[in-house]
């Protein structure tokens, strides 16, 4: 495996983002959502960056994958969702990839009539994007290469790595 970004290049960058968040979202109601399970580790540190008060709630978004980097079929469990009515709501996930996952979420969230919806993420492959927007927010673009750490797993495994790296052939196996 090769390292893209190291733990400081992410914590630096993470920081800057909550500063910049917490400007925009100041004196408003926002509630933070997290994708479980890829965004656990940019959560825990992005909210502890935002310095200004704001709620968090979470919910299940699953394509399986298992030992393949295509995804599957999309499984979205909305059961420990706060109510969203007259929120600002800030979707968090660890990856923008195809860009479907946030699609299918945000159409769901969006059902719950929130005040307003954004979404952040650690990283964005544009290349790979295949909808017709982007994240509001991320931290890196990168190159269309299967990646873990830092929340991201390959079979489960790797998401405590504190850094993101390039899995090669011979780890995908
Ligand atoms: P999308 O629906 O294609 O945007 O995929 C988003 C989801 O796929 C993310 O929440 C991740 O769980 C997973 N994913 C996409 N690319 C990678 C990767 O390079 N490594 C690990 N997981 C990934
Ligand atoms: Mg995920």
Redesign the pocket.
Known sequence: MKVLIDQNEINSRVIALGRELAQEYQGRPLTIIG?LA?SLVLLADLIRAIDVPHQVGLLQ?S?Y?GKS?K?GE?FVNLDYLPDLSERDVLLV??????????QKVMAQINEQEPRSLKTAVLLW?EE?TEVDFGPDYHCFKIPD????GYG???NNEYRHLPFIASLEGSDLV
Do not use: C, E, N, Y
Request: hydrophobic residues 45%.
């Open positions: 994708i890829g978004a394509s994958r980097t995804p999309l996930d660890d990856i923008f990839d195809t860009g479907k996952t946030m492959k790979a290469h299967f990646v873990v991201l797993d390959f």
